[in-house]
C-alpha cells in the first residue's frame, strides 16, 4: 500500500519556482509531522523542511527564505513551494513523517526529481 506519494518535480531554470505536492493516506496526515526530504545526487537523504498538524514550517538554514511548506487537511496535502531555486536544490524529493524510524516503517516512495539547470 502506497500511503505516500509524491508529484510535482521537474526540469527548471536557476531562480525559478516549483511546487510540490504530497499525498498522504489520511492516518498518515493526520497522526504524523510531515516532512519533505531530499537527496541530492551523491548524498545522503536529508530532511529540508517540516511541518506538524496546526504547526508553522521548519525548515534547514539553505532553504529558509526560499522554500514554504505547508498542509491542505481537507485534500490530506502538504505542499512544498520553492522559489528561487539554485543548482544545490537538484535532487530528489520525498515526503514521509519527520522521524525516521517511523519513516522507514511507513516506506519510501519513488518521490520526484527536481532539475535546477541552465
Known amino acids: 500500500q502506497v500511503l505516500l506519494t509524491e508529484s510535482g518535480g521537474g526540469l527548471v531554470q536557476p531562480g525559478g519556482s516549483l511546487r510540490l505536492s504530497c499525498v498522504a493516506e489520511k492516518t498518515v496526515f493526520t497522526n504524523y509531522p510531515i516532512a519533505w526530504y531530499r537527496q541530492a545526487p551523491g548524498k545522503e537523504r536529508e530532511s529540508v523542511a517540516q511541518?506538524?498538524?496546526?504547526?508553522?514550517?521548519i525548515y534547514i538554514d539553505s532553504v529558509m527564505g526560499r522554500f514554504t511548506i505547508s498542509r491542505d487537511d481537507a485534500k490530506n496535502t502538504v505542499y512544498l513551494q520553492m522559489n528561487n531555486l539554485k543548482p544545490e536544490d537538484t535532487g530528489i524529493y520525498y515526503c514521509?513523517?519527520?522521524?525516521?524510524?517511523?519513516?522507514?516503517?511507513?516506506?519510501w516512495g519513488p518521490g520526484t526529481q527536481v532539475t535546477v539547470s541552465s
Open positions: 514521509n513523517a519527520d522521524r525516521l524510524p517511523v519513516a522507514k516503517i511507513l516506506g
Open positions: 511541518i506538524a498538524p496546526g504547526g508553522n514550517g
